[in-house]
Nanobody
Framework: QVQLVESGGGLVQTGGSLRLSCVAS????????MAWFRQAPGKEREFVAA????????YYADFVQGRFTISRDNTKSTVYLEMNSLEPDDTAVYYC???????????????????WGQGTQVTVSS
């Protein structure tokens, strides 16, 4: 059974930074793309970033605008989301997802991800 555990969320001021981590277990981590999504209260889950299985290709939502960086360390079965220049609109629960049915590339559609972590809260104060 695939398990994903996120960490690194917290409360920061506008303009601050956070680094989220997601540790995976229960599958061959390097075999599949991973992604970060977020969900704010009353809103649908929203794509943030995805990364190919090797880490060589990354995909970002337009709103990221160079502020976030997704990366992975396959030796540690961990995917990261480095977030800079945070804004109040970035406030949400951030989830990592594993797309275990895909080998190449990455997807921005949350329906393609079979496994999810419990989420980590990010709150940006103005």
């Amino acid at each position: 059974q695939v398990q994903l555990v996120e960490s690194g969320g917290g409360l920061v001021q506008t303009g601050g930074s956070l680094r989220l981590s997601c540790v995976a277990s229960g599958h061959t981590f390097s075999s599949n793309p991973m992604a970060w999504f977020r969900q704010a209260p009353g809103k649908e889950r929203e794509f943030v970033a995805a990364i190919s299985r090797s880490g060589g290709t990354t995909y970002y939502a337009d709103f990221v605008q160079g502020r976030f960086t997704i990366s992975r360390d396959n030796t540690k079965s961990t995917v990261y989301l480095e977030m800079n220049s945070l804004e109040p609109d970035d406030t949400a629960v951030y989830y990592c997802g594993a797309d275990t049915d895909r080998v190449y590339g990455g997807s921005s559609d949350y329906r393609d991800y079979e496994y999810w972590g419990q989420g980590t809260q990010v709150t940006v104060s103005s």
